[in-house]
C-alpha cells in the first residue's frame, strides 16, 4: 500500500476539509437559519475551524427541526437517536474539541432525564416519558409502549419531530450560553 493509500487525517483536518460539503446543509442553523445567500468558499481553500457561531433563537430551531422532521422524517435505524447526532456534529462544527466533548455530554445528560415531548404544536396530547438512554430504540420504544402505537403511527411521527425539536434547540440554548 502507497503513502497516499495509507494516509490518516486527523479530526481537525477531515472537519476541514467536510467543512465546505457541510457548509450548504448546516448553514441554516450556524447562520440564525438565514435565507440569505452564504458567501462561496473556493474549492482549493479550506474554511477555519472551529467554524465562527452567531447566536440564534432557540425557538425558531425547534420549528425548524420539528417542520423537517415531519416532512423528511429520520433514519430508523435504532441506534443513537438521531437528533443527538446531528446536534453533536453541529456543536462539534462550532467549538473546539474540549468545548465539544463537555456540550454534547451535558445535551445528553439533559435528553436521559428530559420528559419528551413538552413541544407538541399540532396539539396532539402526546404521553411523555424519560428516554433514561441516547439510544432511539429505548427512547422511542417507551414511547410507543406508553401511547400504545405502533412505529408507523402519526402520532410516533410527532414524537420524534419533537424531540429533533427540542434537543436541536437544547443545543442552541448549550451554544448561545458557551459562545455567544
Known sequence: ????????????????????????????????????AVDTVEATSAPEWPFKYKKIDPEVVKARAYNAYKE???????????????AATCIGSV???????KLVGELIRWYKKYEFPQYQPEGL????TIA????????????MKAE????????????????????????VELLNETLA
Not at 396530547?125 to 411523555?128: I, N, S, W
Open 1 to 36: 500500500m502507497s503513502n497516499k493509500e495509507n494516509k490518516q487525517i486527523s479530526r481537525k483536518d477531515f472537519l476541514k476539509g467536510a467543512g465546505v460539503a457541510m457548509a450548504g446543509g448546516l448553514g441554516a442553523v450556524l447562520t440564525g437559519c438565514t435565507t440569505a
Open 125 to 128: 396530547g402526546l404521553t411523555t
Open 72 to 86: 423528511m422524517g429520520g433514519y430508523g435505524m435504532s441506534t443513537l437517536c438521531g437528533s443527538l447526532g446531528v
Open 148 to 171: 400504545g402505537v405502533e412505529y408507523g403511527d402519526p402520532r410516533r411521527k410527532a414524537r420524534c419531530a419533537a424531540v429533533a425539536g427540542e434537543v436541536a434547540a437544547k443545543a
Open 132 to 143: 433514561e438512554s441516547e439510544l432511539c430504540a429505548d427512547s422511542v420504544g417507551k414511547f
Open 95 to 101: 467549538t473546539d474539541v474540549d468545548t465539544q466533548k
